[in-house]
């Protein structure tokens, strides 16, 4: 037999599933759009240059880069905020600002699949670009949450910090620019391995036990920034419930990035956690533009709020696209059947014909019943006579007889 | 400055672009699920053996392919008829048929560009896989015009030819099997190029001037088949207006992928024409199964339908994200405009706050009439001190002063 597999980190998306992600984005981007934000696209393939070197060693090394046939170096879309950094060098005297926008497309990375990775998947990103006020920072908490509150997650752990807690340290030359790094990045582990964990990891790199952990709990115990006391009061005015922003010092986020506000949002319904992350960077935007261009944004964790829907069974039930399956008694009586779809379709009830006229009834039955269509219409020789149609309600079993206006009203509010 | 151009045939589209495409997509979406079409997903990276030597000498030329990182010999995908085939062969016993789907992803083809084309455009197929009965053929056409008819196109002529009237020639012995690819071929272009135009390209390619005009006329002479006939009645029952299909003995759209019927779509409201083409090919999606698995399908020209309702005007005037521009007066009043705005948008209605509590109202102003945004809620300290809210109309200009529940309503009706 031929080779039919799909490649290791890329995945087919059977009807199920494809429709639990378009639900998923269409609630997304209906919300997106609440506030203001814009569709943007930008394409699969740059030439590689605009990519190679914005993604540190990690990038350089997962990204997909080939020479087309016209020998120009490419390379796949690897993230959504480089591309977005071109556009905005490109479009800079058409685009208004602040320039709110989300973005909703496929990246793709040569990543490890044996730790449940994949190679091509969603990202999910709003950001306002031009913006240095707070109110910008604001808007894209409250809409970070509102966005996931509107596909049915309830209780939340917003993570909030500010990236200026780390130079504190600097400031006070308790260390140098490449050693907060370090610190920074193992610090960022300390939910996962504890205190103690970081404290072992530091001094691999060369801390003192001592000092870490003074420097350690120096920053455990920092106190709210400006910038957060400030966010804070703008978001009382939303409905974010309070207790759900829970200051995290040790909140890093990476590393070269942010400059401003971090934050991660973790749902406590489902054990995997963060449903994704953001924070202001105020120095990437501008790379290709020669300027600097602040902006603020938050990324969905597109596959991961799927599993914690499907986990928290978020998801509608009648997902499915056909409501009714519209059977055909015999060919005699097929142009009864096709009047009837049409009605549905036009009264805009998800309709399907069952595509034969020389099927027994059990057949279609069966074929409603393993496409989980919950109603069926038959329209046997009595039926038409008495310009009547039986409706079957699939789960319950029962049927009824009723005229085409009384069963469109039925179907319709169901 | 740095190259910050994106390659030859790819695309960025900006938000009101990108705006128009959802509008598309969305509003096709619907009309396919109305008619019991489930969506459907395949990578953008087959194992190339997957793709190769599908689509002829001119898919081996344009098709994009590279060694992936593991020594993988990967292509993008070219279409989406044969990852569906493969998909069919893979989940052969977990689909139900006959399986309604419908695609709608980017494609990748290096085309030559100076032509006009793209080298990544969407393509966008409904499908019934598995179902021989003529009533799927009639569906397909049907779920075709209502889609179109549901952007807004009105007047339709629908080309409708059946492979079959091709092969009477062979039958009786007037042609070899390989003159009559070439001679199929070459009588396709005869809209464009006209009769002499084909019989001359016939004598080039060997045909005698008078056989050919004979055959030419034979075809042209040939009546509708049963199988057309058949599909005709159906159709009767539809809300198709019958004047709108165009028996086309001449139409053959490529060469011997089609076994039955085929169509094209054009408006005759916008030259370029044709909108899309389908038809029945029942011995492709079976390749990697192995057996024959019959289909009809259509494929709709996405990029060419934005083109024909640009010119048409067929996109709602309305169509950018944001209904209402929520001023900040002053930093004072600050709260009172995030309070407004989150009652905008509890509402539903599509609202922005301007991000600065440090802009002049006129820059604020400014920046609703750059982004379309119809209305302005000004709130001052006069309207805060008698609980009131200024509305801009910023077409007319015109102001009043409304309370907060005036105001929703207002704009919600408009």
Chains 1, 2 share one sequence.
Do not use: H
Request: contains cysteine; glycine residues 6%.
């Amino acid at each position: 037999m031929k080779n039919i597999q799909t490649l290791k980190g890329f995945r087919d998306f059977l009807p199920l599933e494809a429709l639990k992600r378009q639900y998923v984005i269409d609630k997304l981007k209906k919300e997106f759009e609440l506030y203001g934000f814009e569709p943007l696209e930008t394409p699969s393939l740059e030439y590689e240059e605009i990519l190679s070197g914005k993604y540190g060693q990690e990038g350089e090394k997962l990204m997909y880069r080939f020479e087309d046939l016209g020998k120009r170096k490419v390379a796949m879309r690897y993230d959504q905020t480089v591309p977005l950094a071109r556009l905005i060098a490109l479009y800079r005297n058409k685009l208004y600002f602040p320039f709110k926008r989300y973005q909703i497309q496929n990246v793709w990375r040569a990543e490890n699949t044996q730790k449940g990775r994949y190679r091509e998947f969603i990202q999910c990103d709003i950001d306002i670009v031009g913006s240095t006020s707070l109110l910008a920072d604001a808007e894209v908490v409250e809409l970070s949450i509102k966005a996931l509150q509107v596909l049915g997650f309830k209780k939340f752990k917003i993570l909030v910090n500010d990236r200026k807690v780390f130079t504190s340290l600097l400031l006070n030359k308790d260390l140098s620019k490449d050693e907060l790094s370090t610190f920074v990045r193992i610090i960022d582990k300390i939910k996962k391995i504890g205190k103690d964990g970081v404290l072992e990891e530091l001094s691999k790199y060369g801390f003192k036990r001592e000092t870490a952990n003074i420097l350690l709990t120096k920053i455990q115990n920092q106190e709210k920034t400006d910038t957060l006391k400030d966010i804070y009061a703008i978001l009382e005015n939303s409905s974010i419930a309070k207790g759900q922003l829970v200051f995290e010092p040790t909140l890093a986020r990476g590393l070269d990035y942010y400059t401003g506000l971090i934050f991660e949002i973790e749902t406590e319904e489902y054990e995997a956690g963060s449903l994704g992350g953001g924070g202001r960077y105020d120095n990437l935007v501008g790379m290709f533009a020669n300027e600097q261009i602040p902006a603020v944004g938050f990324a969905f964790g597109f596959d991961r709020i799927i599993e914690a829907m499907d986990y928290l069974q978020l998801f509608p039930t009648n997902l499915k696209t056909s409501k009714v399956l519209v059977t055909i008694f015999s060919n005699e009586l097929k142009d009864n059947a096709l009047e009837v779809v049409a009605k549905l379709r036009e009264n805009l009830i998800n309709s399907e014909l069952f595509l034969s006229s020389q099927s027994v009834i059990d057949k279609q039955l069966k074929y409603a019943n393993q496409k989980s269509i919950p109603y069926v219409v038959i329209i046997g020789p009595e039926e038409a006579s008495q310009k009547l149609l039986t409706l079957k309600d699939m789960s319950s079993g029962q049927q009824e007889k009723l005229t085409l206006p009384e069963l469109i009203k039925k179907v319709k509010n169901l």
